[in-house]
């Protein structure tokens, strides 16, 4: 049986990887993939109750996250709906694409930090649309948003799921994690950027609002519109995570309630408009313009890498490195190579397992070099982080064209950051 999903595992992500030359949506892989690998599973488990369990377990934990991704994109279309990203657009000035890179870049790892990585990374790229007109300068980007969104995630303790779940199991304490794992964040987001901009270098910034404005399309909302869906929008997306803390309810209940709050209030200031003027502006039809396609992937991808979690081969997988590899650095690093490759919850999950907090306490080695490795190690492939995912749908971003650009900075990026946080514990401790 393991065998068996082993293999339907990689020719799924071989599909998955290869959907422009197939000519098969990589949903369609994902979800043959899932229905594939659970069928095996239940076939080949006697225990029929624990397999529903267990499914119904990880339906639970994909459902968190998906309606949260939809509650966060239709919260960032219907902002986009109202011009509300004018309010950041029409303020910056800059005609250079490398000013503009570093902009965002810094801009993304701090708002990550704050945010989450999936939500900024919805946002950036979204802001991305409304500054650049050129396709191939949105892709390289929406690359560096994504290295940029998934280390300002690791040194946070809400900025990343995997941090997350260290902090909330004891393995990492707030202002540890902050003070130890932010200059390697930082490295991890200054190599690519800088590599990335000197190949941008001499280009200017060819803006989609001039474009706009040539064509006379007409302006559907009035200033106090935009600024008040703008602040709503961002206000909502801020307060998630203290919606959290203060309720330790999931952040998609957070999300879900502020969209709620926003649908109330569209439908106030619009509740005198006709019908015709106020249909493009309404959340219904937000909700129609949100990428199923990659929110479908999502399901498929995170309900395959849940067997291989329910089978224990990421468990057996962490033992067998326990035992042949023995030094913690080259684990943990190795870890965050794989988790480029499948989830990075149930990778963190199966460590946190295996290692215990007697022989670990909490701030040692191990937790904060498994907290940046394994919130950083995700950006080396485009469908290895949640980031990753929402990008690749929001932009149509081809597997193999980040392969090609976008995965060695992610790597020199990831192993610039190993080098520094190994540095910094040695000269500290």
């Known amino acids: 049986m393991l065998i068996a ?4 595992f990689v ?9 422009h030359p197939l000519k098969v949506n990589k949903s369609a892989s994902a979800l043959i993939g899932a229905g594939l690998l659970w069928t095996i599973y239940a076939m080949s488990t006697g225990d029929h109750h624990l397999v529903s369990e267990q499914l119904g377990e990880s339906l639970m934990g994909t459902a968190q996250i998906v309606f949260f991704l939809m509650g966060a994109m239709t919260i960032v279309e219907v902002v986009d709906a109202h011009n509300g990203f004018d309010v950041i657009t029409s303020r910056i000035k800059t005609t250079s694409l490398t000013s503009l890179l570093w902009l965002v870049g810094i801009v993304t790892f701090f708002l990550s930090a704050v945010l989450d990585n999936l939500t900024t990374t919805i946002v950036m790229i979204s802001l991305m649309k409304k500054l650049l007109d050129r396709h191939d300068d949105r892709l390289f980007f929406a ?4 290295i940029a969104a998934n280390a300002g995630g690791a040194w946070s303790p809400i900025g990343d799921v995997t941090t997350t779940m ?3 199991g ?3 304490t707030t202002l540890a994690i902050m003070k130890g794992v932010f200059l390697a964040s930082i490295i991890n987001m200054v190599v690519p950027l800088a590599i990335t901009s000197w190949f941008l270098r001499g280009k200017q910034v060819v803006s989609p609002v001039k474009v706009a404005a040539e064509c006379g399309e007409p302006i559907r909302t009035t200033p106090f519109e935009q600024n008040l869906m703008f602040a709503m929008g961002l206000g909502i997306l801020v307060c998630v995570p203290v919606f959290k803390t203060v309720t330790h309810l999931p952040p998609f209940m957070g999300i879900l309630f502020g969209l709620g709050i926003l649908w109330l209030v569209g439908e106030i200031i619009h509740r005198q408009k006709e019908d015709e003027a106020k249909e493009h502006l309404t959340l219904v039809r937000a909700l129609k313009q949100i990428d199923m396609s990659s929110i479908v992937f999502f399901i498929g991808i995170l309900l395959a890498v849940a067997t291989l979690e ?5 468990t057996n997988l962490a033992g067998w490195l326990n035992k042949t590899v023995g ?12 988790s480029a490759i499948v989830d990075n919850v149930p990778l963190v999950a199966a460590s946190m397992g295996m290692y215990s907090l007697a022989q670990y306490p909490t701030d040692s080695f191990l937790w904060e070099f498994m907290a940046y490795c394994a919130g950083t190690g995700g950006s080396i492939l485009i469908i290895g982080s949640a980031a990753g ?4 749908g929001l932009e149509k971003i081809h597997f193999f064209w980040y392969v090609k650009r976008i995965s060695g900075l992610a790597l020199v990026g990831y192993f610039g950051g190993i080098a520094a946080y190994i540095f910094q514990y040695r000269m500290f401790h």
């Open 143 to 146: 690359g560096i948003i994504v």
């Open 310 to 314: 329910h089978t224990h081969i990421l």
């Open 5 to 8: 999903i082993v293999v339907i």
């Open 166 to 168: 260290l902090w909330i």
């Open 389 to 392: 995912v929402a990008a690749m």
């Open 170 to 172: 004891g393995q990492i």
């Open 327 to 338: 030094r913690e650095d080259v684990i943990v690093t190795i870890i965050g190579m794989v």
């Open 11 to 19: 020719i799924a992500y071989a599909a998955i990887a290869l959907e």
